[in-house]
C-alpha cells in the first residue's frame, strides 16, 4: 500500500511517522545527524531500525526535517541515502526551522520560534522561509533556549547569587561540586545539552522571585535581540515551539501582552502540525 514518511529528528532521537490506507504509524529511531555520522553508519542505522518497520509499505513521499541541514552538504548526504533506500519515493529534506514554520504557521503567515535547548527565530510568508535573526549557538547566542536559561542557574549558585533555600534545593537536586560542572562545560563534547539539563531547575522552583526573573530575563533577551529584529512581529502572529516554550508559556504571553504582540502558538513538538501540513 502507497505511504507517505515525515520525520522529525534531532541529533539523539528521530520521530518517523508512517501516513498509509488512512492510519498513521510511529516509529522511534536513533536521531541522524550527518554531523555525527557518515552515510554509512546512516545507511545501517535505517536498515535495521527503520526499514523493518514499514514492512508492506510502499513509500512514495518523504518529508524528512533535521538539526544541521541548513549546510547544504549535510542535506545532500541525508537525500542520498533515503534516495537509495526508497528508491521510486520523492524525497524533500528540509530544516527543523522550516518544520517549525509549516508546525506553527500551517500555509499562513507568521514568525515562528524554536525554544528547547538551543533557539531560533524566522518570518515565515506561508511558504517559505523569508528572514532569520541569526542563531549564533549556546556560546554566543541562544538567548531563551534551554541552554542559555541553564547557564543563567549555574552562575546563580557558582557565584553564590542563590538565597540559601535555593541554594539548598540546588545542591539536593544536582549533587554535584563546582570542578564537575566546569569539567563538564569545558571539557566534555555537547555542553549545551548539559547546560539545558540546568534549566529544569527553573520548571521545578516556580514562585521565587528569583527564578522568575530568570525566566523572564532569558525569555526577554531573546524578544530583544530577536523578535524586535523583525518588522512583522508587530502585525503578525509570533508561534512558539520547544519544551522551554511550552514549559513557560505563562511568561511568553505576559511579554507579548507587555510589548502588544499577538502571541499565536505554543506546542512542544512540530509532528502534530507536520502530520496537518503535508495531509
Not at 537509495?84 to 524525497?91: E, N, V, W
Not at 524554536?114 to 538567548?143: A, Q, R
Not at 553564590?160 to 533555600?165: A, G, I, L, R, V
Not at 549533587?175 to 539545558?196: C, F, G, M, W
Request: glycine share 8%; proline share 3%.
Amino acid at each position: 500500500m502507497p505511504g507517505k514518511l515525515i520525520a522529525d529528528s534531532g541529533a539523539t532521537k528521530c520521530e518517523w511517522k508512517l501516513v498509509a490506507d488512512g492510519k498513521t504509524k510511529t516509529i522511534l529511531t536513533q536521531g541522524i545527524s550527518p554531523y555525527f555520522l557518515s552515510p554509512d553508519q546512516i545507511m545501517t542505522l535505517l536498515g535495521k531500525e527503520l526499514l523493518p518497520k514499514l514492512k508492506n509499505a510502499s513509500v512514495t513521499d518523504i518529508h524528512f526535517y533535521g538539526t544541521g541541514l541548513s549546510n547544504k552538504d549535510n542535506a545532500s548526504i541525508i537525500k542520498k541515502v533515503l534516495k537509495t533506500l526508497f528508491p521510486k519515493a520523492k524525497i524533500e529534506v528540509q530544516t527543523d526551522l522550516l518544520a517549525a514554520a509549516r508546525a506553527l504557521c500551517g500555509h499562513n503567515k507568521g514568525i515562528a520560534c524554536i525554544l528547547g535547548t538551543g533557539s531560533n527565530s524566522c518570518y515565515y510568508d506561508g511558504k517559505k522561509i523569508v528572514k532569520n535573526s541569526p542563531g549564533l549557538g549556546y556560546v554566543l547566542g541562544d538567548e531563551g533556549s534551554g541552554a542559555y536559561l541553564g547557564k543563567k542557574v549555574v552562575q546563580y549558585y557558582l557565584y553564590n547569587t542563590f538565597d540559601e533555600d535555593l541554594r539548598s534545593r540546588f545542591e539536593k537536586r544536582f549533587q554535584v561540586s563546582t570542578i564537575e560542572i566546569l569539567d563538564h562545560v569545558y571539557k566534555q563534547p555537547l555542553a549545551n545539552r548539559y547546560l539545558a539539563s540546568y534549566a529544569i531547575f527553573l520548571a521545578e522552583n516556580r514562585g521565587h522571585y528569583m527564578i522568575e526573573n530568570i525566566i523572564e530575563d532569558g525569555l526577554n533577551d531573546f524578544f530583544f535581540t530577536h523578535l524586535y529584529k523583525y518588522r512583522e512581529s508587530w502585525t503578525l502572529p509570533i508561534h512558539f515551539i520547544g519544551s522551554i516554550a511550552f514549559g513557560f508559556r505563562d511568561v511568553l504571553k505576559d511579554l507579548c501582552d507587555t510589548y502588544e504582540l499577538e502571541l499565536g502558538n505554543v506546542i512542544k513538538a512540530p509532528m502534530q502540525g507536520l502530520l496537518a501540513y503535508h495531509k
